[in-house]
């Protein structure tokens, strides 16, 4: 398997402008999860999906953060308009229902001027 | 969430144990102890995890206290791919419980 895969793997925009990562989970797991890390907060869970359904948001910063799940096989995170705080690198994970370990994809690095 | 302390950092040499501390006193009968690292510019990957007894995997041993209030995480023989951030996280092992909640972690680094 591929592993979790991430797009894009960089970020450069300016602020106000609209921002989509995407986020394919390894296939056959029921549960995916978005992260952001930064320097100061370090690494925070934002939102995360069981069977495509978002189970508990709470770590999403603010209304401008918004998360999809359509099918089985693909999620985004929208950020819009978009904050030069915005500027983390952000990480999605997925699990296997049962299992103790999140495989975790090589993160998109986002840079809001 | 039941929270660990673990240093900010430690050093060792190549092809020399290190031994990875953590403290979780608040930890509950349910609580997993997992541990995972990130490499330099990656994600987090999973190193190993336990909740009563030692464990061993090809990455690493965890040797957890009889009374559960600490943990070590050992590898055996460090590599210089083995520098990286280590994070020890207690995770509740009930059905509801499935966030993974990472503080600062040790940073690690291995000298040639």
């Known amino acids: 398997d591929a592993g979790v895969i991430q797009s894009p793997r960089h970020e450069v925009t300016e602020m106000g402008q609209e921002v989509t990562l995407r986020c394919k989970p390894i296939?056959?797991?029921?549960?995916l999860f978005w992260y952001r890390q930064t320097m100061m907060r370090g690494l925070e869970l934002l939102i995360y999906?069981?069977?495509?359904?978002?189970?508990?948001d709470s770590g999403m910063p603010e209304d401008r953060f918004s998360a999809k799940m359509p099918n089985a096989s693909f999620s985004t995170l929208k950020i819009q308009p978009s904050e030069p705080r915005d500027s983390a690198v952000y990480f999605c994970?997925?699990?296997?229902?049962?299992?103790?370990?999140?495989?975790f994809g090589p993160g998109t690095r986002l840079l809001v001027l | 969430d039941a929270k660990t302390t673990q240093p900010n950092s430690m050093e060792s040499n190549e092809e020399e144990p290190v031994h990875l501390p953590c403290n979780h006193s608040?930890?509950?009968?349910?609580?997993?102890i997992h541990w995972y690292r990130q490499l330099p510019s990656q994600g987090p990957e999973y190193v190993i995890h336990?909740?009563?007894s030692n464990v061993n995997n090809r990455m690493a041993s965890l040797a957890i206290a009889e009374d559960r209030k600490s943990s070590t995480l050992i590898l055996h023989r460090a590599t210089l791919r083995d520098a990286a951030v280590y994070y020890c996280?207690?995770?509740?092992?009930?059905?509801?419980?499935?966030?993974?909640?990472f503080g600062q972690g040790t940073r690690l680094t291995i000298n040639p």
């Open positions: 336990g909740l009563t």
């Open positions: 296939s056959g797991h029921d549960y």
């Open positions: 999906f069981n069977n495509n359904v978002p189970i508990d």
């Open positions: 996280i207690l995770r509740d092992g009930g059905q509801g419980a499935q966030k993974l909640v």
């Open positions: 608040t930890i509950s009968g349910t609580d997993y």
């Open positions: 994970a997925s699990r296997i229902a049962g299992g103790r370990t999140q495989y």
